[in-house]
Nanobody
Framework: QVQFVESGGGLVQPGGSLRLSCAAS????????LGWYRQVPGKQRELLAA???????WYADSVKGRFTVSRDVAKNTMSLQMNSLKSEDTAVYYC?????????WGQGTQVTVSS
């Protein structure tokens, strides 16, 4: 059973930075693309950034130039460096495969951007 565990969220002021981490148990997703997602109450979960096994990356327009995704395939981990954070980045952040697998959503990590 694959499980994704997110960490690194917290409260940060606008313009600040955070680094999120994702650890995946099981080897299934070592050969697949991974993604970072976020969700705010009342809205659908959205894909922010994705990275393949050869480190090809994709970003949503809303985070391009501010967020950087990376992964360590051998360690089965993924990170999201978030810079120049804005209040609209406040959300619960999740990692999963890309495309995501419904059964594998973790608890997420809360990011709150506020002064």
């Amino acid at each position: 059973q694959v499980q994704f565990v997110e960490s690194g969220g917290g409260l940060v002021q606008p313009g600040g930075s955070l680094r999120l981490s994702c650890a995946a148990s099981g080897d299934r997703f070592k050969a697949y693309a991974l993604g970072w997602y976020r969700q705010v109450p009342g809205k659908q979960r959205e894909l922010l950034a994705a990275i393949g096994t050869v480190h090809n990356m994709w970003y949503a327009d809303s985070v391009k130039g501010r967020f950087t995704v990376s992964r360590d395939v051998a360690k089965n981990t993924m990170s999201l460096q978030m810079n120049s954070l804005k209040s609209e980045d406040t959300a619960v952040y999740y990692c999963n495969g890309n495309p995501p697998v419904d059964d594998y959503w973790g608890q997420g990590t809360q990011v709150t951007v506020s002064s």
